[in-house]
């Protein structure tokens, strides 16, 4: 089973992730936070097996946010999602310890594949 934790400031974004994964068989739970204090209190709080984050958001954005977890628990998969999707966002991205970039735009089951494979369900 496969706990995701979804950190994006728009609530409808964050409902049509959760909506995705709770129809996957495999994935025990899709919890959610609008922004990255919420999220790490959180992940403290849920230990899940994947976090998707916003690049974009107030306060924290989504590299900051992944540091950040990034130093507590050093195993957790990471995937940022960005409007704004480049080869510098993307190396950047992986530097701060995020193990996949995805564009808002891009085909959502892919994401959802690729978390399959993270959490070792595929």
């Known amino acids: 089973m496969c706990t995701v934790l979804v950190v994006d400031d728009d609530r409808s974004f964050r409902k049509i992730l959760c ?6 068989s495999g994935f025990d ?3 959610e936070a ?13 230990s899940p097996n994947l ?9 924290m954005n989504g590299l900051q ?8 628990m050093l195993e957790l998969p990471i995937f940022l999602f960005t409007a704004d999707y480049n080869s510098y966002v993307e190396k950047e991205a992986l530097s701060c310890g995020v193990t ?3 564009g808002k735009g891009d ?16």
């Open 107 to 122: 085909d959502l089951t892919t994401v959802v594949a690729n978390a399959r494979a993270a959490c070792g369900l595929a």
């Open 51 to 59: 976090v998707i984050v916003d690049s974009s958001m107030p306060a």
């Open 65 to 72: 946010l992944a540091s950040r977890l990034k130093a507590v």
């Open 34 to 46: 609008g922004n990255g204090a919420e999220a790490i209190a959180k992940a403290k709080r849920h």
């Open 29 to 31: 739970d899709c919890v």
């Open 100 to 102: 996949a970039v995805f």
């Open 19 to 24: 909506d995705l994964f709770d129809q996957r």
